[in-house]
C-alpha cells in the first residue's frame, strides 16, 4: 500500500473553486471520483489524518498513488462532471460508497400510450427521454414546478389503471397538475403534444413557451379576466425559474471541443473540454514550451494541429463546434481542413457572450491553475532541482557541484538612478535572506559594463575583507574561549547574553556560479572584476535574454542549452528573479529621487530638523530669505547650523546667478 504522504500536493497548489477530483492507483486507473464546493479543503481532509479515516476511505488513499483535480463553474457542473467520469471509469470506491446508486434524471416514457413523466435512475431504458442530472431535491422541485405548466401524467402504472376503472382521476387531476388522459379530459394526441412540449422545453427551448404564455396573459387581460391572467403570471415566472435552475453546461445537442491556454514569457498551459450532448464528457491537458517568437494565435494553429492532426479516423468524432481564445493564424485554411477530417462543416470560433464563453473562461481558469501547478512543483520537486543543477554543471563543463549560485542584474532609465540587484539559490532554492542591492553611482553608471563590474567588485571585495577579519579574528587569544561561551549561552537559553557578539557577515560565503543578466560584454566585465581581485574558483556565465543562449568568458561562441532542459530553466528563474529584485529597488530609488528637497544637501540637517525649519517657516522661499539669527529661532538649530543653512542657499544662489538666461521659444542665449 502506497504512503498518502508520497503523493500529497501542497496546500498552495491546490484552487479554492468547485470541482472534480480523481485517485489513481499505481497503473493509472482511477479508483474513485469526487466533487467539492472547494477542492482545497476537501483534498486536505484525505492527508490531514489519514489515520482517522474511515475504514473505506483509508483504504481509497492507501491504495492511489496520485491524485488530480478539474475546475469547474459551479457545484451543478461539478455533479455532472463527477457523474459523468463515474459512468465513464466506473471506479471500484466509488460504487463501494454509492451503495450502488446513480444520479437521478428526469424522464419522459414517450414509448407509452400515455407519456409519463417520472424520476428515473439506472441503466436508460428504450423509448425514453432523458434530462439531466440533477439532485434529488431539485429534481422534484423542477417536476412540482413544471406539472403545472404542462401537466403531463406522473402517475404509475396501477394507479393509471384504478382510475380509467373508476372514471375518476386520482388527486393530481383533481388539483390540476395532470391533464387525465385517464378519464378522456384530453386525448391521447393532445396528451402526446404536451409531453413533447415538455421534453421541448427541458431541451432549453423555453422562450417559445413563454412568449405564448405572455400573449395570453395580455389577451386575458384585454378580456378582464383578471384571475386567468394572474394564473398565467404564475406559471411564466414558474417556467424562468426551473429554466435557470437546470440550466446545464450548454445546450442539449451542442457538440463542442474548447479549448483555452495561459502563458507566460516561456510555457504556455492548454486545456480542453470536450462537450457532447451539451455535457463535458472528457478533459485533456498540456504544458508545452513556447517557440521564440510565437503569438497565441501561432500556438492555437499549432494546438489544433497536434490535437486533430494526430488522430486517425475522426469521422463522426470531431465535433461541430471548436471554441478558442483568439482566432489562430490561417483561420480559414485551418477550418476547412477540419471540416475534410470530419466529413461535414467545423466552426472554428471565439465565443463573444452566453454560456459557451462562460464555459470558456472556466476553462481557463483550469488552464491557469495548471501552469501554476506545473511551476511550483517543477521548482519544488527535489529530483527536478537536482537534475536541473546536474545538467547545468555538465553543459558547462564545471568541476564543482553547484551548490551555490548568485545572480546579478542592473537596472537604470537613461543612465539614471542605476542600481544593481544579486539573488542567491542554494540547492536550486531562492534564499531571499542573502539578497543584496547596490547604488550604482559616478562613472561606473556610465554604461552597463561598467556598471557590472562595479557590482561585481564591490560583492567580492567585501567577501575577501570579511574572509580576512575572520581569519584575523580567529588568531586573536581567547577567541576560542568566547566562541565556546556564546554557544553554551545559545543553548542553555541564557537570560541575556554578554559576551561579544561576532560581526555580522554579509558576504563570507562566496557562491561556486555567477549569473549574470546579459550578453558577452557583461560576462567579459564579471570575469575581469574577479580577476582583478585574485578570484579564481568561482565560475561566471551569462544569459542573454533575445535567444536565451549562454555566454562564457573569453569565448565566441555561447553556449545553446535545448529548449526543454531544466537547466535553462533554473537558469530562466533565476534571471527573472534578479530583474524583478533590481527592478523593485529601482523604483524605490526613483520613487525618493523624486521628492528630493531643496534643504538635502545642508551638511548635518537630518530629517527632523528639517522638519522643524518647515514648520517654523512654513516653506523653503522663507527659510531662504531668513537671516541666520531668525532661523536659530527653530528648534534644535544652532548658530552654526543656521549658517551653515545660509551658506547653502547663498552658495545655490550664485550657482544660478552663473547660469546664463535662455530663450525657451527660440533657444538663444540671452546676455547676462
Not at 405548466?149 to 372514471?167: M, N, T, W
Not at 562595479?454 to 576560542?480: I, S
Amino acid at each position: 500500500m502506497a504512503d498518502p504522504a508520497s503523493y500529497r500536493p501542497q496546500t498552495g497548489e491546490i484552487p479554492t473553486n468547485p470541482g472534480v477530483y480523481r485517485f489513481r492507483d499505481p497503473h493509472g486507473r482511477v479508483i474513485y471520483v469526487g466533487k467539492a464546493k472547494s477542492l482545497r479543503s476537501r483534498l486536505n481532509s484525505y492527508f490531514a489524518n489519514p489515520a482517522g479515516l474511515l475504514p473505506k476511505t483509508y483504504a481509497m488513499v492507501h491504495t492511489a498513488s496520485s491524485v488530480e483535480w478539474t475546475v469547474v463553474g459551479s457545484e451543478l457542473e461539478s455533479l455532472q462532471l463527477e457523474y459523468t467520469w463515474i459512468k465513464e471509469f466506473k471506479p471500484r470506491f466509488n460504487v463501494m460508497f454509492r451503495d450502488d446508486k446513480s444520479y437521478p434524471y428526469l424522464a419522459v416514457t414517450m414509448g407509452e400510450k400515455y407519456p409519463r413523466v417520472q424520476v428515473l435512475r439506472g441503466e436508460r431504458r428504450k423509448g425514453t427521454r432523458y434530462f439531466g442530472p440533477y439532485t434529488a431535491g431539485a429534481i422534484r422541485d423542477t417536476m412540482d414546478t413544471l406539472l403545472r405548466v404542462f401537466p403531463v401524467r406522473s402517475c404509475s402504472a396501477g394507479v393509471l389503471k384504478r382510475a380509467e376503472a373508476s372514471g375518476r382521476p386520482c388527486l393530481l387531476g383533481y388539483i390540476d397538475k395532470c391533464a387525465a388522459p385517464c378519464v378522456g379530459r384530453i386525448s391521447a394526441a393532445d396528451h402526446r403534444a404536451l409531453a413533447e412540449d415538455f421534453c421541448t422545453f427541458m431541451g432549453g427551448e423555453a422562450k417559445p413557451f413563454v412568449t405564448r404564455l405572455e400573449k395570453d396573459m395580455a389577451a386575458a387581460v384585454a378580456e378582464l379576466d383578471y384571475e386567468r391572467a394572474g394564473r398565467i403570471r404564475d406559471d411564466i415566472v414558474a417556467l424562468k425559474k426551473v429554466f435557470e435552475r437546470n440550466a446545464v453546461v450548454l445546450a442539449e445537442g451542442t457538440d463542442a471541443d474548447v479549448f483555452a491556454l495561459h502563458e507566460d514569457e516561456l510555457e504556455a498551459a492548454v486545456q480542453v473540454f470536450h462537450v457532447r450532448g451539451g455535457r463535458i464528457r472528457g478533459q485533456r491537458g498540456w504544458v508545452v514550451e513556447k517557440v521564440e517568437d510565437s503569438t497565441t494565435p501561432d500556438l492555437v494553429e499549432h494546438l489544433l494541429q497536434q490535437v486533430y492532426g494526430e488522430e486517425a479516423g475522426l469521422q463522426g468524432r470531431l465535433p461541430r463546434e471548436v471554441l478558442v481564445p483568439t482566432d489562430p493564424s490561417n483561420a480559414v485554411e485551418l477550418a476547412e481542413w477540419l471540416s475534410g477530417l470530419r466529413g461535414a462543416r467545423v466552426d472554428v470560433r471565439v465565443p463573444q457572450r452566453g454560456d459557451k464563453a462562460a464555459l470558456l473562461s472556466t476553462v481557463r481558469d483550469n488552464a491557469e491553475h495548471a501552469l501554476a501547478l506545473h511551476k511550483s512543483r517543477r521548482a519544488g520537486d527535489l529530483t527536478m532541482r537536482s537534475q536541473a543543477l546536474q545538467e547545468l554543471q555538465e553543459a558547462l563543463d564545471l568541476p564543482v557541484a553547484l551548490l551555490r549560485i548568485e545572480c546579478f542584474d542592473i537596472s537604470h532609465i537613461q543612465g539614471t538612478n542605476v542600481v544593481g540587484s544579486m539573488v542567491v539559490v542554494e540547492d536550486g532554492l531562492p534564499k531571499k535572506s542573502e539578497y543584496r542591492k547596490f547604488s550604482v553611482t559616478g562613472a561606473a553608471a556610465n554604461d552597463d559594463t561598467a556598471a557590472m563590474h562595479d557590482v561585481l567588485t564591490r560583492r567580492f571585495r567585501n567577501y575577501l575583507q570579511e574572509k580576512a577579519g575572520q581569519a584575523d579574528a580567529a588568531r586573536t587569544p581567547g577567541h576560542q574561549a568566547a566562541q565556546e561561551a556564546r554557544v553554551s549561552a545559545a543553548v542553555a537559553v541564557a537570560v541575556a547574553d554578554t559576551t561579544t557578539p561576532a560581526p555580522r557577515t554579509r558576504f563570507a560565503y562566496p557562491p561556486n556560479l555567477v549569473v549574470v543578466d546579459g550578453g558577452q560584454p557583461q560576462v567579459n566585465a564579471a570575469a575581469r572584476a574577479l580577476a582583478e581581485l585574485g578570484i579564481e574558483d568561482v565560475y561566471v556565465v551569462g544569459l542573454a535574454k533575445r535567444l536565451e543562449e549562454v555566454w562564457l568568458p573569453d569565448s565566441d561562441f555561447p553556449v545553446i542549452l535545448p529548449r526543454a532542459s531544466a537547466g535553462l530553466y533554473l537558469l530562466q528563474r533565476i534571471r527573472d528573479e534578479a530583474h524583478r529584485f533590481a527592478i523593485s529597488f529601482h523604483r524605490q530609488k526613483r520613487g525618493k529621487a523624486m521628492t528630493v528637497s531643496a534643504l538635502d544637501g545642508v551638511p548635518g540637517l537630518g530629517e527632523s530638523k528639517r522638519k522643524a525649519l518647515l514648520a517654523q517657516f512654513g516653506s523653503v522661499r522663507s527659510i531662504r530669505a531668513a537671516s541666520v539669527e531668525e532661523l536659530t529661532g527653530a528648534k534644535g538649530i544652532g548658530p552654526s547650523l543656521a549658517a551653515a543653512v545660509a551658506r547653502h542657499f547663498t552658495d545655490d544662489d550664485g550657482a544660478a546667478a552663473a547660469v546664463p538666461a535662455v530663450n525657451m521659444t527660440t533657444g538663444e542665449i540671452l546676455e547676462t
